[in-house]
């Protein structure tokens, strides 16, 4: 049991990472607490797994430090990621959207295959079911507490690689882990938070979101920081859907966001002509042209929807304008870490070399994947980061 390495969790980054030093030569035991390895991996895009994006860049992700990306994607890149699936399982991408590349079988458990096929072949190791309590420093090296099957066992190594991931999703093998074991090492963390999370609306307004329950729009969300064009989508408690997960990420307890529910269109342009055609059609009619008769039903809370064209004031102009394309939302929560696929924050990346993810206090310590604070898009890039830090720690155990 000589092993290059212990990977605490065989999840995206952890499976990476043993693959990877298989391919060197080397040897690594990975440890993990489910029964079975990549239990995100398995689950994520629905189950197809969008295991990349074509046009990622260090803008898609949000980190304390952007810079610290430019070493690690210049190392293992998108196009790394593709032709790594292309060989070692045949798997072919297929865009789906916005450069979103899921596997063309459209199964997530072909990705995970991958890796066990190279575990296998190369020689790694994988204990399931097995929990690690604890990391502790021991003079050249690290002891590793953890239990399997019931027994509490120990194991020294030089190099521990900590890819346990983040908080999202306890029943997937989420937990305060990594984080905590961060801190015990003296490792500062960036604030943790849920991010891609649906959000909560309740008082006055939570019965109108209800209403709309299932209706979806093309929408553009946007803050002062960020914005996206992707679908909305109501729910009986708030608002879910891409765009909405992706200002998530951007959004901070207490603030508001705007939606324009019509970025295709201006809306006094579409007044405009119906003016110029004689103004005969209501406000509801012309906006039954864009919406479903649910929405625009509901929109009448803030329109005079039933006002003909022809008869509406500057006034009721701006004020359709606005609401249409203004559409203030002041969430009052989000879903929590059980529905978020990501964690943001985690172990500062001021902490790590931008070379080998090792923790520059702690030599032999690495982290990577989810529980450093470099946090993607929703769209393939959390996999491609998780990938790419897989990768850069297997070049150095
Ligand atoms: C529903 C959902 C859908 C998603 N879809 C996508 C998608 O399509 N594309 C995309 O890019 N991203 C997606 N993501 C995000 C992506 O899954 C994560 O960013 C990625 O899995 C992070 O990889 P990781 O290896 O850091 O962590 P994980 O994949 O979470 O792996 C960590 C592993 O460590 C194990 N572990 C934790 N603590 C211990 C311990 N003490 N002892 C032993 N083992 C431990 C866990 O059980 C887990 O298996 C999705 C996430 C969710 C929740």
Same mark, same amino acid.
């Given at each position: 049991?000589?092993?290059?390495?212990? %990977?605490?969790?065989?999840?995206?980054?952890?499976?990476?990472?043993?693959?990877?030093?298989?391919?060197?030569?080397?040897?690594?035991?990975?440890?993990?607490?489910?029964?079975?390895?990549?239990?995100?991996?398995?689950?994520?895009g629905?189950?197809r797994?969008n295991?990349?994006?074509?046009?990622?860049?260090?803008?898609?992700? *949000?980190?304390?430090?952007?810079?610290?990306?430019?070493?690690?994607?210049?190392? +293992?890149?998108?196009?790394?990621?593709?032709?790594?699936?292309?060989?070692?399982?045949?798997?072919?991408?297929q865009e789906k959207t916005l450069g979103q590349l899921f596997?063309?079988?459209?199964?997530?458990?072909?990705?995970?295959?991958?890796?066990?096929?190279?575990?296998?072949?190369?020689?790694?190791?994988? +204990?399931?079911? @097995?929990?690690?309590? !604890?990391?502790?420093?021991?003079?050249?090296?690290?002891?590793?507490?953890?239990?399997?099957?019931?027994?509490?066992?120990?194991?020294?190594?030089?190099?521990?690689?900590?890819?346990?991931?983040?908080?999202?999703?306890?029943?997937?093998?989420?937990?305060? #882990?990594?984080?905590?074991?961060?801190?015990?090492?003296?490792?500062?963390?960036?604030?943790?938070?849920?991010?891609?999370?649906?959000?909560?609306? @309740?008082?006055?307004?939570?019965?109108?979101?209800? !209403?709309?329950?299932?209706?979806?729009?093309?929408?553009?969300?946007?803050?002062?920081?960020?914005?996206?064009?992707?679908?909305?989508?109501?729910?009986? +408690?708030?608002?879910?859907?891409?765009?909405?997960?992706?200002?998530?990420?951007?959004?901070?307890?207490?603030?508001?966001?705007? %939606?324009?529910?019509?970025?295709?269109?201006?809306?006094?342009?579409?007044?405009?002509?119906?003016?110029?055609?004689?103004?005969?059609?209501?406000?509801?009619?012309?906006?039954?042209?864009? #919406?479903?008769?649910?929405?625009?039903?509901?929109?009448?809370?803030?329109?005079? %929807?039933?006002?003909?064209?022809?008869?509406?004031?500057?006034?009721?102009?701006?004020?359709?304008?606005?609401? %249409?394309?203004?559409?203030?939302?002041?969430?009052?929560?989000?879903?929590?870490?059980?529905?978020?696929?990501?964690?943001?924050?985690?172990?500062?990346?001021?902490?790590?070399?931008?070379?080998?993810?090792?923790?520059?206090?702690?030599?032999?310590?690495?982290?990577?994947?989810?529980?450093?604070? *470099?946090?993607?898009?929703?769209g393939?890039?959390?996999?491609? +980061?998780?990938?790419?830090?897989?990768?850069?720690?297997?070049?150095?155990?």
């Amino acid at each position: 049991m000589d092993y290059d390495a212990i %990977i605490i969790g065989g999840g995206a980054c952890g499976l990476m990472c043993a693959v990877q030093a298989g391919l060197l030569g080397k040897r690594t035991l990975v440890l993990e607490r489910n029964d079975k390895p990549g239990a995100k991996i398995l689950i994520s895009g629905g189950g197809r797994c969008n295991f990349t994006n074509l046009y990622t860049t260090p803008e898609n992700f *949000i980190t304390k430090n952007p810079h610290f990306l430019h070493t690690a994607f210049s190392q +293992w890149t998108v196009e790394d990621t593709i032709s790594f699936f292309e060989n070692f399982g045949e798997i072919q991408g297929q865009e789906k959207t916005l450069g979103q590349l899921f596997p063309k079988s459209n199964k997530a458990k072909d990705v995970v295959a991958v890796f066990t096929k190279l575990m296998y072949d190369t020689g790694q190791d994988i +204990w399931l079911q @097995t929990e690690v309590k !604890s990391v502790k420093k021991q003079e050249e090296g690290y002891v590793v507490s953890f239990v399997r099957e019931g027994n509490e066992q120990q194991l020294f190594c030089k190099k521990v690689v900590f890819a346990s991931g983040g908080l999202s999703v306890a029943k997937l093998g989420a937990s305060d #882990f990594t984080v905590r074991s961060a801190r015990q090492f003296g490792l500062s963390i960036v604030d943790t938070a849920p991010a891609l999370v649906p959000l909560t609306i @309740t008082g006055k307004d939570a019965t109108w979101y209800a !209403s709309l329950a299932g209706n979806s729009v093309f929408a553009r969300v946007f803050n002062d920081r960020i914005s996206f064009e992707e679908n909305i989508l109501f729910t009986h +408690w708030g608002l879910s859907g891409p765009a909405i997960l992706q200002i998530s990420s951007y959004w901070r307890a207490g603030e508001t966001f705007t %939606i324009d529910l019509l970025p295709k269109f201006r809306l006094d342009e579409l007044i405009k002509s119906e003016r110029a055609a004689g103004g005969k059609r209501t406000v509801g009619q012309m906006l039954n042209d864009y #919406f479903t008769k649910k929405m625009v039903e509901a929109l009448g809370k803030y329109l005079p %929807i039933e006002l003909k064209i022809a008869s509406l004031s500057k006034t009721d102009a701006k004020c359709v304008c606005d609401t %249409i394309h203004k559409f203030i939302v002041k969430p009052a929560g989000d879903k929590g870490y059980d529905k978020a696929e990501v964690m943001r924050g985690g172990v500062s990346t001021d902490e790590l070399n931008p070379r080998t993810l090792e923790a520059k206090k702690q030599p032999g310590l690495y982290f990577g994947g989810e529980a450093v604070d *470099i946090t993607g898009w929703l769209g393939g890039y959390n996999f491609q +980061w998780a990938w790419a830090s897989g990768y850069l720690i297997a070049q150095d155990l």
